[in-house]
């Protein structure tokens, strides 16, 4: 079974409007960290955002916050304002066990199109 | 945030050559790094996690024989692609976490495009 899911290979927002990223995850731990990353074209992966399972708060680093809803096991990121250098590949992730060196598990990605 | 480097960063091999990749934690010690191989419109498979000083550890169906990994030192980790394919030209990138429990996220680098002819 996937544990991160990615339902919307490409989406396209309007310039200023937000967007939602869908994910949902797969986990029997207790203890799990939950990433976005925002892949460019250029290849590198930009660290977004992170959500630990224990957090009651949702996460929020600038226009990006990240909707946990835990019981649904989904973390769904949010990018408010979006603008034309949003347009990348936007992969959730997830760290499983409490030991925050452990690897991460990528979900198989979303490709956001900002419209002018 | 921590900066993590890749070099170098694009490099294109005839088959049968190996090719070195460096990643280098510049402002931090890694005691673990990773190594994930991204293939285009791809998501990031794991294939390795590389801890200092141990041998490293892989995911199955990577063949360790192929896929070189030493990390030598707490700044820095290798991956080495013994013999290369023509099946083996992906995107390779490194990340690494602050040892030092600074944080929660891992740090990625740049990444690296294996080209092999």
């Known amino acids: 079974a996937q544990k991160i899911t990615q339902t919307q290979p490409g989406m396209f927002v309007q310039e200023k409007e937000a967007v939602t990223l869908d994910c949902t995850y797969d986990?029997?731990?207790?203890?799990?960290?939950l990433f976005w990353y925002k892949q460019p074209s250029s290849g590198e992966m930009i660290f977004l955002i992170y959500q630990g399972s224990y957090d009651e708060q949702n996460a929020t680093e600038g226009r990006y916050s990240l909707n946990f809803q835990k019981a649904r096991k989904s973390a769904n990121l949010v990018i408010s304002a979006s603008q034309l250098g949003d347009s990348a590949m936007y992969f959730c992730a997830m760290r499983e066990g409490p030991n925050a060196g452990n690897m991460l598990t990528f979900g198989g990605g979303t490709r956001l199109m900002v419209k002018p | 945030g921590a900066v993590v480097s890749q070099h170098p960063s694009r490099v294109i091999c005839k088959s049968g050559t190996s090719v070195k990749i460096e990643c280098r934690s510049l402002d931090f010690q890694a005691t673990t790094m990773f190594w994930y191989r991204q293939f285009p419109k791809q998501s990031l498979m794991l294939m390795a996690t590389?801890?200092?000083?141990?041998?490293?550890?892989?995911e199955q169906g990577v063949e360790k024989d192929k896929f070189l990994i030493n990390h030598a030192s707490l700044t820095l980790s290798t991956l080495t692609v013994t013999s290369a394919h023509p099946e083996d030209s992906s995107f390779y990138i490194c990340?690494?976490?602050?040892?030092?429990?600074?944080?929660?996220?891992?740090?990625f680098g740049p990444g690296t495009r294996l080209t092999v002819l």
């Open positions: 986990t029997s731990d207790q203890s799990y960290g």
């Open positions: 990340s690494a976490r602050d040892g030092r429990g600074w944080g929660n996220e891992q740090f």
């Open positions: 590389s801890n200092e000083g141990s041998k490293a550890t892989y």
